[in-house]
């Protein structure tokens, strides 16, 4: 099996070709100029594997949340190529896939996934990763306020996200349970692309006009003056 992975969310952009448990992958922290350089990076990708598009078997995606251009750059280009080669397409919440990298990077099986989603609010959820290609959200997946951020019962449990950097307080406010974090982890299309292979697998694959972004967020209008629930979350 092969599945290329694009994941533009964040300030990552990143691109990895799966094949049979091996992975290539071109990863690097942009910011900004992400629809510049994913292309490239699928080629120099597809290049380094010698494999052509077309003999792919599907192409997994970053759906978000995360930044809204972002994640309508890495959907729609995931369509277009998909549309072009006749593949289809494994949308991957990028939740699941950071709480993936955290895994694959040596935390335990319980992460809870937050990333700063800006206006004092993060992107959130907790996951069970005792299969580390399908994680398991326990609870929904939301935007809220940090103050709001918490963790099943049971468990040691370990943060991953920019989500603990932009509020600090946050590994205060979950308590010990808490054992680590890990605030400069982002999502990487590696692990997106481990989670579209199992999701492929499961017959989760989807036409690419039927891939659609996940923001979690309707209202992108900034909301000037709001006081955060908890005063000590304040972004640093």
């Known amino acids: 099996m092969k599945i290329l992975a694009i994941d533009t969310a964040t300030e990552a952009c990143s691109v990895a070709l799966w094949q049979d448990g091996a992975v290539i992958h071109r990863y690097e922290v942009l910011g900004r100029g992400h629809a510049e350089h994913v292309l490239p990076m699928v080629d120099a990708v597809l290049a380094e594997a010698g494999v052509a598009l077309a003999t ?8 978000g949340p995360g930044a809204f251009t972002g994640v309508r750059i890495g959907v729609s280009v995931a369509q277009g190529l998909a549309c072009g080669a006749g593949l289809p397409v494994v949308p991957v919440s990028n939740l699941a896939a950071l709480a993936a ?10 992460v809870v996934a937050c990333m700063d989603a800006r206006m004092n609010q993060v992107y959130w959820a907790p996951f069970d990763l005792a299969d580390a290609a399908r994680p398991v959200a326990l609870l929904p997946e939301v935007v809220s306020d940090p103050g ?32 680590g974090f890990d605030a400069e982890l982002l999502p990487h299309a590696w692990d997106v692309a481990v989670l579209a292979a199992a999701g492929y697998a499961d017959g989760l694959a989807v036409a690419p006009e039927l891939a659609m972004p996940v923001y979690l967020r309707d209202d992108v209008a900034s909301r000037r003056g709001q006081t955060p629930l908890d005063p000590l979350l304040t972004p640093s």
């Open 148 to 179: 709001r951020v918490v963790l099943p019962r049971g468990g040691d449990w370990f943060g991953a996200g920019h989500g603990f950097g932009a509020y600090p307080a946050l590994h205060t406010l979950l308590g010990e349970r808490l054992v």
């Open 101 to 110: 990298r955290a895994r694959r990077q040596g935390a335990g099986p319980q």
């Open 56 to 63: 792919v078997d599907a192409i997994g995606v970053g759906r």
